[in-house]
C-alpha cells in the first residue's frame, strides 16, 4: 500500500470522525434540553484530530523504519552473499535493486541487482501492507475512542485549541530545527577536516591551491583568505556600489516623487528582478557583462584583462540585489510619520532638504537592515559567480582581475572526483561553515538593526 493511498484513506476517516462527532454532539444538544459546553463541530474536530495525528505520526516513524527492515530481509536472500564487503558497493547495489523492484521496466546495471530485485519488491509490499494495516487501525481506534468520549460537559474546545496550539509551535519549530540540523551537520565535517588542517592554516592562510595538496602538509595550500577576500570584494564591495545606489534612489522615487499611477507599475517591474532564477543573470553575466568589461579594460590599456573578472559578476550580483535594497528602503521611508515630513516642509524646506536631512535620517536604521541583509544574500550567491567568476584565488584591488569565492570554490570541490574523506572535499564543508556563520550573523544584525526601527515609530 502506497502513501498517497494510506494519506487519502486517514482524510477520509477524519472526516467521518469529524461528521461522526458532530452528529453525535448535535444529538445531544437536541431539543435544548442539554447546554453543551463546545460546539457540535468542535466536537467533530476533535474526533476527527484523535483519528488523524496518531495515524500521521505512525507513518511518518514507519517511513523511517521500514526501508531498514526491508534491507534486512534483502540481506537475508541467498543472493545476497555474493554482495562486496564495502559498503559504498554494497549500498549501492541494494539501491539499485530498491529501484528495479519499484520499476521492473527499468532493468538493472548489475546482474546481482536484478537476483536481489524480487526479494526486494517482496520485502516492501510486505512491510507497506503491515505499515498500512496498523496506520488505519490507529486511525479508526483514535477515532472510536474519541466519539465515545463526547458528553454534553466534555471541554472539546479546549483539546481542539491545545492541538492546534501543538501544531503551530512545531510549524514555528521548523525553521530552527533546520538551521540546527545544517549547523550541526556542515560542524560534524569541518572537524573532521580541522582534524587535518590546522584551523589557523585555514584561517589566517593566503595560498589556496586544493589541487595540489602536500600530504606532510595539507594546510600549506588550504588558506582561505583569498577566497573570503574575493567573497567580500565581489559580493559586499562592487554589488553593494550598484546595489544600494540604485535602490536607495528608486525607493526614493518611488515613495516621495512618483505619481500613484506610475508607482503602480514601476514597483512591480522593479520586483521582477528578485523573481528572475539566477541562473539567467549568470548567462548574462557570462556572455553580455564579461566580454563588455573585458573590452572597456582593453581600451583603459589593460590587454590582459580576463574575461572573468570580479567586476562582471559583481556588476550583475547587484542589479540581482536591487529590489531587495529598493523594498527595505522603500518600507523603512515610507513608515516614518508623516508629521516630521509636513513639519520640514511647513518650515520652509525644500522637498529635496526633507529627503536628506530628515526623512533618510529618519529611516537609516531600516536602510541598514535592507543593505545588511543584501549583503548576507550576495555574499552567499552560487550560480552568477560559478558562471562568471574566475576559479583563481588571488588577493588584489583590481576589479579587471580573475578572483573567486567560497560559494565557487565549494562547488569546484564537490564536483570533482576525490574521495569523500579526503581534505581537499572536507574542505568544501569547512568553508560552507564558514559562509553559515557570516551570513547568519549578518541576519541577526540586520533583524536587531530593523527591530531597533520598529519599535522607535510604533
Excluded at 1 to 7: G, V
Excluded at 75 to 93: I, T
Excluded at 415 to 444: C, H, Q, W, Y
Amino acid at each position: 500500500m502506497n502513501a498517497s493511498t494510506l494519506l487519502f484513506l486517514i482524510a477520509g476517516l477524519g472526516l467521518i470522525g469529524w461528521l461522526t462527532g458532530r452528529a453525535r454532539a448535535a444529538a445531544f444538544d437536541r431539543g435544548g434540553a442539554k447546554r453543551l459546553h463546545s460546539l457540535p463541530s468542535q466536537h467533530g474536530w476533535y474526533v476527527a484530530m484523535c483519528a488523524v495525528l496518531p495515524a500521521l505520526l505512525f507513518l511518518a516513524v514507519w517511513g523511517m523504519v521500514s526501508p531498514g527492515l526491508v534491507r534486512q530481509q534483502v540481506m537475508r536472500d541467498p543472493a545476497a552473499a555474493q554482495l562486496s564487503a564495502q559498503p559504498f558497493e554494497r549500498d549501492a547495489v541494494l539501491s539499485e535493486a530498491s529501484r528495479v523492484a519499484d520499476d521492473p521496466g527499468s532493468g538493472a546495471f548489475n546482474p546481482l541487482a536484478q537476483q536481489l530485485a524480487p526479494a526486494a519488491h517482496a520485502a516492501k509490499a510486505r512491510y507497506g501492507w503491515i505499515g498500512g494495516a496498523v496506520t488505519i487501525l490507529l486511525a479508526l481506534a483514535g477515532g472510536i475512542l474519541a466519539a465515545l468520549r463526547s458528553r454534553p460537559n466534555f471541554r472539546a474546545r479546549s483539546r481542539v485549541e491545545r492541538g492546534v496550539m501543538l501544531l503551530l509551535l512545531l510549524a514555528s519549530l521548523i525553521a530552527i530545527l533546520t538551521t540546527v540540523g545544517i549547523f550541526l551537520s556542515l560542524l560534524w565535517e569541518s572537524m573532521r577536516f580541522f582534524s587535518v588542517v590546522p584551523l589557523t592554516d585555514f584561517l589566517f592562510g593566503t595560498h589556496w591551491s586544493p589541487q595540489a595538496i602536500d600530504p606532510r602538509h595539507p594546510g600549506a595550500s588550504l588558506g582561505a583568505v583569498p577566497l573570503f577576500w574575493g567573497t567580500f570584494f565581489i559580493g559586499a564591495v562592487i554589488a553593494m556600489l550598484v546595489a544600494i545606489p540604485f535602490g536607495l534612489m528608486s525607493a526614493i522615487y518611488l515613495t516621495q516623487y512618483a505619481r500613484a499611477s506610475v508607482r503602480r507599475w514601476m514597483k512591480p517591474i522593479l520586483e521582477i528582478l528578485a523573481g528572475v532564477p539566477t541562473v539567467v543573470y549568470g548567462y548574462f553575466a557570462a556572455l553580455t557583462v564579461a566580454p563588455a568589461v573585458r573590452d572597456f579594460a582593453v581600451m583603459l590599456g589593460m590587454p590582459f584583462a580576463s574575461s572573468e573578472s570580479a567586476l562582471a559578476a559583481g556588476l550583475v550580483m547587484g542589479v540581482m540585489i536591487i529590489p531587495f535594497v529598493s523594498s527595505m528602503a522603500d518600507d523603512a521611508i515610507a513608515a516614518v510619520p508623516a508629521a516630521m515630513r509636513d513639519g520640514s516642509l511647513a518650515m520652509g524646506a525644500t522637498r529635496s532638504e526633507t529627503i536628506s536631512r530628515v526623512l533618510i535620517p529618519a529611516a537609516l536604521p531600516g536602510v541598514v537592515g535592507g543593505v545588511l541583509l543584501a549583503i548576507s544574500r550576495a555574499i552567499g550567491e552560487t550560480m552568477i559567480v560559478v558562471m562568471a567568476a574566475s576559479g583563481a584565488a588571488t588577493i588584489t584591488l583590481n576589479p579587471f582581475q580573475s578572483a573567486t569565492t567560497v560559494s565557487k570554490q565549494i562547488v569546484d570541490l564537490l564536483t570533482g572526483e576525490a574521495e569523500f574523506d579526503s581534505p581537499k572535499t572536507l574542505a568544501a564543508f569547512a568553508l560552507g561553515l564558514t559562509l553559515f556563520v557570516i551570513t547568519l550573523l549578518l541576519n541577526i544584525l540586520a533583524l536587531r538593526v530593523v527591530k531597533r526601527y520598529r519599535e522607535a515609530y510604533e
